[in-house]
């Protein structure tokens, strides 16, 4: 059974940073595509950034150029790093594992989910 564990949120201020880890049980990184999700109070689920197993990334408009999607295989670990940080950033993440079928991505598994919290 595949399991993913977040990691890395908390409270922040804006403007500032955090790093969230999403640690796989197994080597499943290694052969899934990984995408970072968020979702808000009252708001839909939202794909805020992919990276696949070659490694090419790709982000919602929102989080250009502050956030970045990492992985390392050989720690089954994926990071989402978050610079810049708003308030409008405040939400649950989620990471999950799945595939990309062309261009659109389809999750398989699912974290628990880390709180982030952006005070203005």
């Known amino acids: 059974q595949v399991q993913l564990v977040e990691s890395g949120g908390g409270l922040v201020q804006a403007g500032g940073s955090l790093r969230l880890s999403c640690a796989a049980s197994?080597?499943?990184?290694?052969?899934?595509?990984v995408s970072w999700y968020r979702q808000a109070p009252g708001k839909q689920r939202d794909l805020v950034a992919t990276?696949?197993?070659?490694?090419?990334?790709n982000y919602a408009d929102s989080v250009k150029g502050r956030f970045t999607i990492s992985r390392d295989n050989a720690k089954n670990t994926v990071y989402l790093q978050m610079n810049s940080l708003k308030p409008e950033d405040t939400a649950v993440y989620y990471c999950?594992?799945?595939?990309?079928?062309?261009?659109?991505?389809?999750?398989?598994?699912w974290g628990q989910g880390t709180q982030v919290t952006v005070s203005s």
């Open positions: 990276i696949t197993t070659r490694g090419s990334t």
């Open positions: 197994g080597t499943i990184f290694s052969i899934r595509s």
């Open positions: 999950t594992a799945g595939a990309m079928y062309g261009s659109t991505y389809s999750p398989d598994y």
